[in-house]
Nanobody, 122 residues
Framework: QVQLVESGGGLVQAGGSLTLSCASSGLPFSLLTVGWFRQVPGKEREFVATITYNGGSTSYADSVKGRFLISRDNAGKTASLQMNTLKPEDTAVYYC???????????????WGKGTLVTVSS
């Protein structure tokens, strides 16, 4: 069964940190780009970060650059999103995704997780 399962969400105060994890099963994880996206209810899903299949290249949304760090462990078939200096505007459901080529507008995403909620209180 093909799955991406996020974990690590929760409630944190502004300025705090959280690390999200994405566990994969049933897909060729080490061959796929991984992307993190987020969505606030009533708004469009937005790009957060991507990392290429071998971890050789990463990209970030301007809103999280310098605060978030995306990484992956192909042996463990997992990816992570370390989020530092969190702001209330980072509050959203965070989704892990994977595909041969994941773009900022989520084209090329073949697999989606169900999401994990991050709430940042002021």
């Amino acid at each position: 069964q093909v799955q991406l399962v996020e974990s690590g969400g929760g409630l944190v105060q502004a300025g705090g940190s959280l690390t999200l994890s994405c566990a994969s099963s049933g897909l060729p994880f080490s061959l796929l780009t991984v992307g993190w996206f987020r969505q606030v209810p009533g708004k469009e899903r937005e790009f957060v970060a991507t990392i290429t299949y071998n971890g050789g290249s990463t990209s970030y949304a301007d809103s999280v650059k310098g605060r978030f760090l995306i990484s992956r462990d192909n042996a463990g078939k997992t990816a992570s999103l370390q989020m530092n200096t969190l702001k209330p505007e980072d509050t959203a459901v965070y989704y892990c995704s994977a595909g041969a080529r994941v773009t900022m507008d989520s084209r090329g995403v073949d697999f989606w997780g169900k999401g994990t909620l991050v709430t940042v209180s002021s």
